[in-house]
């Protein structure tokens, strides 16, 4: 068994690799290429835009300039192209760029690829399948623990766009109130988004940040925040877009359109909180009845160990241990989504 398990493991990762190399190689000496010409492009615009007119010989200026110029001094020079991450399988990541995975792991906040969770989805969905049939010897248990395995990845992903969603709509008032006052102060919309993503921490800053850049370099403004909307899916966002939308072909004041949607906001955040004060109980007994069983077998295990190890060395009691996990994780959840208010 371990021999076999081992050369199976070897096999897909040889695999693995040579597909990679195959698909990535060309990619990347494709786009080091393209850089290293975009980069003495730049530099010698740049050079002939910024060059000083030369000194009479043996000036004072003449004598000033001797040496290494501003054009010698600057070895790199910044780059308007937009960068992706690459991830093991480019191809993969270019055909899954407008899906929901790529939506998912952009609003997550996550420095990865499609390709790559997919990677680590496939080898997490291995890895525990392997581990479980090596533990239980029970032919059901090797599937569950496999999806289990592949889907911990997205779990991951959502539960940290789950709380990127949660700070973002904290910070969204404030964004809000400052771009207020930057009109108020008489700067421009775009400047004042400029303001924000300069002043405020991320969430909200690098996404001000993304839109400020987009429509800097030549996305029209109302599709710079339609992007900002869809990126981050909060009705409040969707609410600050189509109002500056709206007042854009209608007219109207901004700042306070702006100042009382910052108002409606923070009610609707009051209100959220004394709902989440009143659903504690609730949420308190999912942990206990989700806590209880496990902590009552480490205390069996702890005072009678002869009689756990039953439960875990005969096979019906595998299956009463496996079928209790599911439904304590079905119960869970279930608990979780009658407690759950939307407001």
Not at 7 to 34: E, H, S, W
Not at 216 to 241: K, M, Q, S, T, W
Not at 264 to 279: D, L
């Amino acid at each position: 068994m371990p021999i076999e398990l081992v050369a199976f493991v070897a096999t897909v990762a040889a695999i693995l690799t040579a597909y990679a190399a195959m698909t990535r190689l060309p990619g990347i000496i494709a786009a080091r290429r393209l850089d290293r010409r975009l980069r003495d492009v730049t530099i010698r615009d740049t050079a002939r835009v910024d060059a000083p007119a030369r000194p009479v010989p043996g000036s004072r200026d003449d004598r000033m300039t001797d040496g290494d110029g501003p054009a010698s001094s600057q070895t790199a020079a910044e780059t308007v192209v937009k960068r992706r991450a690459e991830g093991p399988l480019p191809s993969l990541d270019r055909r899954l760029a407008a899906s929901t995975l790529s939506r998912l792991i952009e609003q997550s906040g996550v420095p990865t690829t499609p390709s790559a969770i997919l990677v680590i989805c496939f080898g997490g969905g291995l890895a525990a399948g392997l581990a479980a049939s090596v533990m239980v010897r029970q032919a059901f248990v090797a599937p569950i623990a496999a999806l289990f395995g592949a889907c911990a990845p997205i779990v991951f992903l959502m539960r940290r766009r789950t709380i990127r969603v949660k700070r973002f709509e904290e910070q969204f008032p404030e964004a809000l109130d400052l771009l207020s006052r930057a009109i108020r102060a008489g700067h421009a919309f775009q400047t004042a988004m400029g303001m924000v993503a300069d002043e405020l921490p991320a969430p909200v800053g690098p996404e001000f940040r993304k839109t400020f850049d987009q429509q800097n370099y030549g996305l029209p403004l109302p599709d710079a925040l339609r992007e900002l909307a869809d990126r981050n899916p909060i009705l409040d966002v969707r609410f600050f877009v189509t109002a500056v939308l709206i007042q854009r072909e209608s007219g109207g004041n901004l700042a306070e359109i702006l100042d009382n949607l910052a108002g409606v906001v923070r009610e609707r955040f009051k209100i959220r909180r004394q709902v989440r004060v009143h659903t504690a109980h609730g949420r308190f007994t999912g942990y206990v009845l989700l806590a209880l069983p496990a902590s009552l077998a480490v205390a069996l295990t702890i005072i009678n160990p002869e009689l756990m190890r039953l439960l875990f060395q005969e096979r019906m009691g595998q299956m009463l241990v496996t079928a209790a996990i599911v439904l304590q994780t079905i119960g869970f959840f279930w608990i979780r989504q009658v407690i759950k208010i939307e407001v």
